[in-house]
């Protein structure tokens, strides 16, 4: 991996890579170059199949505190118009392997929008959630308007994007927000441990079990249900559905090899 200003990306077990979000300083504010790093690190990994799934955390003490607001505070209405990041940000959007956030202390505006960018968050019990950007005079602008109302509803997604007031990790928990709760300590540790449990399964069920769940946010159901059946049809010509199935039968573990 090249060496990178305000990420820092390891490969703590085989299959997995780790980005840190680094500017510890700016409490890991997404300045346009963490955002790019992120998005060329992910880019980075499609093609490998050696790498089956990442995590994304901030460290113990905070995930992101949003975009960075003195990068911002350079934009006029022409300059946020031209702006590149929103093309990071599908990048990062479009990512086929799975993405788990280990989120501890502030996840803020675009650090918000990033965790919802991952497909499970493990949360440290020191988590704060919030969409604060009502008190700058903007609004998300990363999906936050979008991702939240599909994740925790009408009434939640109104009170945190209209007040901008933070919710802890119980409550994100009990919306949705966050799968599992653990000391801040251990978040990245559970994060980790879940991306190796699914680094070992077929990659080819995992990428699409993630596409079909993520279209689940933006079509109607006999849509969704159509490209489940699809995906799950072709799965079937898949030599690891056969071995899958092959090492059931015969009480052994499977030997997946994404083909
Ligand atoms: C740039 C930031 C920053 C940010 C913190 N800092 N958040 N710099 N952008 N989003 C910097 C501070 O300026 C300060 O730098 C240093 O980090 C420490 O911040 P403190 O405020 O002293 O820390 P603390 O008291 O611990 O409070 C942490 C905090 C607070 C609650 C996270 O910093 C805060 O409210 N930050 C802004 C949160 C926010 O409004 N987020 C939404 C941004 S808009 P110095 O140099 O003074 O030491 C957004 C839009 C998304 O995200 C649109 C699409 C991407």
Redesign the pocket.
């Given at each position: 991996m090249p060496d990178y200003q305000d990420i820092l990306v390891t490969a703590p077990d085989s299959g997995v890579i780790t980005i840190t979000l680094n500017r510890p300083?700016?409490?890991n504010?997404?300045?346009n170059n963490l955002l790019r790093e992120i998005a060329e690190t992910l880019d980075s990994t499609i093609n490998d199949d050696s790498i089956k799934a990442v995590v994304i955390t901030g460290g113990e003490h905070?995930f992101a505190?949003?975009?960075?607001?003195?990068?911002?505070a350079e934009l006029d209405a022409v300059g946020v118009m031209n702006d590149i990041?929103p093309s990071y940000?599908r990048r990062i959007a479009q990512y086929p392997k799975p993405i788990i956030a280990a989120v501890n202390g502030?996840a803020?505006?675009?650090?918000c929008?990033l965790m919802m960018h991952c497909d499970i968050v493990i949360a440290g019990d020191n988590a704060q959630f919030?969409?604060?950007?009502i008190?700058?005079g903007?609004i998300?602008?990363?999906g936050?308007t979008q991702r939240l109302l599909r994740t925790v509803g009408k009434s939640m997604a109104m009170q945190l994007v209209l007040s901008g007031e933070f919710i802890n990790a119980e409550q994100a928990r009990d919306f949705g927000l966050v799968s599992e709760i653990t000391i801040p300590e251990m978040s990245y540790n559970r994060a980790l441990k879940l991306a190796k449990n699914i680094a070992r399964k077929p990659p080819l069920a995992v990428r699409l079990a993630k596409e079909s769940l993520l279209k689940a946010y933006e079509t109607t159901l006999e849509t969704g249900l159509n490209l489940e059946r699809k995906s799950f049809t072709l799965l079937a010509a898949t030599e690891d559905r056969n071995e899958g199935i092959a090492a059931f039968m015969e009480k052994r573990r499977p030997d997946f090899r994404g083909k």
């Open positions: 300083e700016a409490r504010a997404l300045c905070v505190a949003g975009a960075d607001i003195k990068e911002m990041r940000w502030f803020l505006g675009g650090g929008e919030g969409q604060p950007e008190n700058l903007i998300p602008g990363a936050g």
